[in-house]
Structure formats: structure tokens, C-alpha cells
């Protein structure tokens, strides 16, 4: 059994969006600086799914419900990562760095196809 350790504030703002299935959006384009000042829902949410948090995992009462959100917020992940992947994307200077975040982005997506 694997255990992901996450805030209980990031795990109830999660829980939050997933109950409500309604993805919130960012007017800075998804660039904000998420720290404890910054209040982005938009870029807070990203991170979580960056993080790998799993909608799939929400204990609700009826979970037929979300299914076809969650199935749909997959498919967001995924541009996500690729949006994350382009922000990112290595100067030819930097090549240990683009290394780290190819291997991170391909596992993310490893973990999504199960």
C-alpha cells in the first residue's frame, strides 16, 4: 500500500473541485507562483494534479456520478503536464535539468494510464 503525503488544506481544496466538478482557470495564463500568499485555484489545482493527486480516489457517496468528470479530468492532466513540460522546456545549456522533468512528466503519465 503507498502512502502520499499532501496538507489536509490541499487535500480538502482538492476534494472541493472533484465535489463540485468544475475545474477552476487562471487569468495569469497558468504562470502563477503558487506559495502560501497566492490564492490562484486555477494554478493551486494544477499543482495538485502535477503532484499526482488521483480524483479517482474521492470517497463519495455516489461515485457513478463523477465518473465521466474524472474521466475528462484525465485527459486534463495530461495537458497540464504538457503545458508544465513546455514552461520548462531546456535551454541547450541546461541538460540535467531537462533530464529530472523528462523522467518526472513521463512517470506522471505512466501513473495515469493505470
Do not use: H, W
Request: glycine letters at 4%.
Amino acid at each position: 500500500m503507498v502512502f502520499y503525503v499532501a496538507k489536509a488544506s490541499c487535500k480538502q481544496f482538492f476534494r472541493r473541485i472533484i465535489i463540485k466538478q468544475k475545474i477552476p482557470t487562471c487569468i495569469m495564463n497558468y504562470r502563477c507562483d503558487i506559495t502560501q500568499g497566492d490564492r490562484c485555484q486555477g494554478c493551486r489545482f494544477n499543482k495538485c494534479l502535477l503532484m499526482g493527486m488521483d480524483a479517482s480516489l474521492i470517497c463519495v457517496q455516489n461515485p457513478e456520478d463523477l465518473d465521466k468528470f474524472i474521466e475528462n479530468l484525465k485527459e486534463y492532466q495530461l495537458e497540464v503536464i504538457a503545458r508544465y513540460y513546455e514552461q520548462i522546456a531546456p535551454n541547450n545549456d541546461n541538460q540535467l535539468d531537462y533530464d529530472f522533468y523528462e523522467g518526472r512528466c513521463v512517470s506522471l503519465e505512466q501513473c495515469l494510464e493505470f
